[in-house]
């Protein structure tokens, strides 16, 4: 049996803790390593770090990048719009 991802909330918490809680929770589901889950999102393994201890937070605009990346990454190809 096959376990597919749920998706991520299409938009990430605007306060530090929550973003960290966030990010750390959507590493955990696709079960990647700092270093790993950084290339998926064509950031570096320490802003990774900084951002799942709630030392940094990216702007709004980076914040949502990041969940169209990871929306991207949980929707099958077929389900994807044109």
Same mark, same amino acid.
């Given at each position: 049996? $096959?376990? $597919?991802?749920? %998706?991520?909330?299409?938009?990430?918490?605007?306060?530090? =803790?929550?973003?960290?809680?966030?990010?750390?929770? +959507? %590493?955990?589901? @696709?079960?990647?390593? +700092?270093? +790993?889950?950084? =290339? @998926?999102?064509?950031? $570096?393994?320490? $802003?990774?770090?900084?951002?799942?201890?709630?030392?940094?937070?990216?702007?709004? =605009? %980076? %914040?949502?990048?990041? =969940?169209?990346?990871?929306?991207?990454?949980?929707?099958?190809?077929?389900?994807? @719009?044109?």
């Amino acid at each position: 049996m $096959t376990v $597919t991802p749920r %998706r991520p909330r299409a938009i990430p918490p605007d306060y530090p =803790a929550g973003w960290a809680q966030w990010i750390s929770a +959507q %590493r955990a589901r @696709l079960c990647l390593t +700092q270093e +790993q889950f950084a =290339a @998926l999102l064509g950031y $570096t393994g320490s $802003t990774v770090s900084k951002w799942e201890r709630a030392l940094k937070m990216p702007d709004r =605009a %980076r %914040r949502e990048q990041v =969940a169209v990346r990871l929306m991207d990454y949980f929707t099958p190809p077929r389900a994807r @719009l044109p």
